[in-house]
């Protein structure tokens, strides 16, 4: 069981705009920034945001992220089939001398 | 270019050890804070460890500790993870990683750089 929380799975059709939730608590999200990371299949994952909203070089506009209290959020506007992918969430946690933790991944899909 | 490559992996028996070893190049690799992550067949990203660039100041996973130990070798441009009492929970692909930035807000955890991955399979 992930110490943040995420849907197992998500779903929009091209265009459409999505949210993927994760919820976390007051040792990780509250006091920390959160990263975002897509995962294609078969491939290494790749840093899609982090600082809770800024994006790396290279990663589309179409994607944002938000904090607030022990939630995030990364939306995807525009939807595209090359979206469809594993997300995880993922931000330091304090406790036990300080950890790493990720949410156990949403899969998206493109209808 | 910016690469990791990790290397090491294979099949161990329960119980048995396996050294990994990740080289880094294209980047200043003694600034920077370096992670391994993993992921067991069909599941999610696991952190593992990670250690500090000047200081070297470790952290683990609880389902690690004692039993894992990351190390680095600056003057080889190269990540370890010496990996003892090995258990099929293990099992694993195992990624190093680095991060975005040397200092400040995600210098631990924000891993703009990974690694192809090696196959740690734990079986008997």
């Known amino acids: 069981q992930s110490v943040l929380t995420q849907p197992p799975s998500a779903s929009g059709t091209p265009g459409q705009r999505v949210t993927i939730s994760c919820f976390g608590s007051?040792?990780?999200?509250?006091?920390?920034?959160v990263n975002w990371y897509q995962q294609l299949p078969g491939t290494a994952p790749k840093l899609l945001m982090y600082?809770?909203?800024q994006r790396p070089s290279g990663v589309p506009d179409r994607f944002s992220g938000s904090k607030s209290g022990t939630s995030a959020s990364l939306a995807i506007s525009g939807l595209q089939s090359e979206d469809e992918a594993d997300y995880y969430c993922?931000?330091?946690?304090?406790?036990?001398?300080?950890?790493?933790?990720f949410g156990g991944g949403t899969k998206l899909t493109v209808l | 270019e910016v690469q990791l490559l990790e290397s090491g992996g294979g099949l161990v028996q329960p119980g048995g050890s396996l050294r990994l070893s990740c080289a880094a190049s294209?980047?200043?690799?003694?600034?920077?804070?370096m992670s391994w992550v993993r992921q067991a067949p069909g599941k999610g990203l696991e952190w593992v460890s990670t250690?500090?660039?000047?200081?070297?100041?470790?952290y683990y996973a609880d389902s690690v500790k004692g039993r894992f130990t990351i190390s680095r070798d600056n003057s080889k441009n190269t990540l370890y993870v010496q990996m003892n009492s090995l258990r099929a929970e293990d099992t694993a692909v195992y990624y190093c990683?680095?991060?975005?930035?040397?200092?400040?807000?995600?210098?631990?955890?924000?891993?703009?750089?990974w690694g192809q991955g090696t196959m740690v399979t734990v079986s008997s």
């Open positions: 250690i500090r660039s000047g200081s070297g100041r470790t």
């Open positions: 294209g980047f200043t690799f003694s600034s920077y804070a």
């Open positions: 993922a931000a330091w946690d304090d406790r036990l001398n300080g950890h790493v933790v």
């Open positions: 990683a680095k991060p975005i930035t040397t200092s400040g807000v995600g210098d631990l955890d924000a891993y703009d750089i």
């Open positions: 007051s040792s990780n999200i509250a006091r920390n920034t």
């Open positions: 600082n809770n909203n």
